[in-house]
């Protein structure tokens, strides 16, 4: 399977970066949230379980594409 189609390469894309910054954001907040103090809420429910599913999200999304791209790469040619 080949990224024949732009605009199926282009809503990859787009979603790997989407749920890229929403990972981003949570885990940000989650961090950033607990300050002044040294409270991080990465260990509540309410915050570990979307890091989780939107990590695993994440890192499936990164597989897909660079297995995506590496199918699509055209063998080099040598000029003899």
């Known amino acids: 399977m080949a990224f ?3 605009k199926l390469a ?5 979603s790997l970066e989407g749920v890229g910054a ?9 961090y950033l949230g607990g300050m002044p103090t040294t409270n991080v809420l990465q260990n ?3 915050v ?3 890091l989780m599913f ?20 055209k063998p080099r040619q040598d000029n003899k």
Do not use: D, E, K, W
Request: zero cysteines.
């Open 4 to 6: 024949t189609n732009q």
């Open 10 to 14: 282009s809503t990859v894309l787009f």
């Open 22 to 30: 929403v990972f981003v954001i949570i885990y940000l907040a989650a």
């Open 44 to 46: 509540q429910p309410a």
């Open 48 to 50: 570990r379980i979307p």
């Open 54 to 73: 939107f990590g695993t999200v994440l890192l499936v999304l990164i597989l897909v594409t660079v297995i995506l791209a590496v199918a699509q790469r």
